[in-house]
């Protein structure tokens, strides 16, 4: 099986396939996803979400934000099975999104954790990680806000958050408050958007 060009093992598709189904058995009743796109599920969540773990495939520990239907969080929790390492903690703040979050890594084995708590608190729970995920929760310059608390004074520190095809006028936007480096990954799912890495955060104002 091939996603997005890069080839996937047998073990890792069997996880995946797992995940899909037990998501559209939980998505009868709880809106993880907007029903127009469920139709689509692979190509426009699994397919989209895998991006991150294939632009940075090492087994490091991520916080994924406000993790709803477990995109990108679980996908790249299902990834780092494969290598047995590094740890996804999701944080979804929903108790019915939570309980789903966690049935799905349980049922795929996948290498994370769910924290049932609000954005805001989650930096004091987790402690430090090396990289923090996001998707389709809010624009560039909250998503940073949310992200400094692991993100100011720690150069090793990066955000991948994807981003439609307004991207740049969030880029703007954030860049009159916040200082740093960043990287635009073209999407190889969806035209016109990317996926935004960001590091060596500082703030401005």
Excluded at 110 to 128: L, Q
Excluded at 171 to 199: N, P, T
Aim: net charge negative; glycine share 8%.
């Amino acid at each position: 099986m091939e996603l997005n060009g890069l080839r996937v093992s047998r073990e890792t598709q069997e996880r995946l396939q797992r995940f899909a189904t037990l998501f559209q058995k939980w998505a009868k009743t709880i809106n993880l996803v907007a029903p127009s796109t469920l139709d689509d599920l692979w190509h426009r969540h699994i397919a989209d979400s895998s991006q991150i773990f294939q632009i940075h495939p090492q087994p490091i520990t991520w916080v994924d934000l406000g993790s709803g239907g477990g995109f990108p969080g679980v996908i790249t929790a299902i990834y780092l099975a494969e290598l047995q390492d590094g740890w996804v903690h999701l944080v979804e703040s929903n108790h019915k999104k939570a309980a789903f979050l966690r049935t799905a890594l349980r049922e795929t084995n996948a290498r994370g954790s769910v924290h049932a708590i609000r954005i805001e608190d989650a930096p004091a729970e987790i402690g430090e990680c090396d990289a923090i995920s996001a998707r389709a929760l809010a624009e560039l310059d909250e998503l940073i806000g949310y992200s400094a608390g692991w993100m100011l004074g720690n150069e090793n520190c990066r955000g991948f958050f994807h981003k439609g095809r307004d991207y740049q006028r969030e880029i703007d936007k954030a860049r009159g408050r916040w200082e740093f480096d960043l990287l635009e990954h073209k999407s190889a799912v969806e035209q016109e958007s990317v996926i935004l890495e960001i590091s060596n955060l500082r703030r401005l104002v």
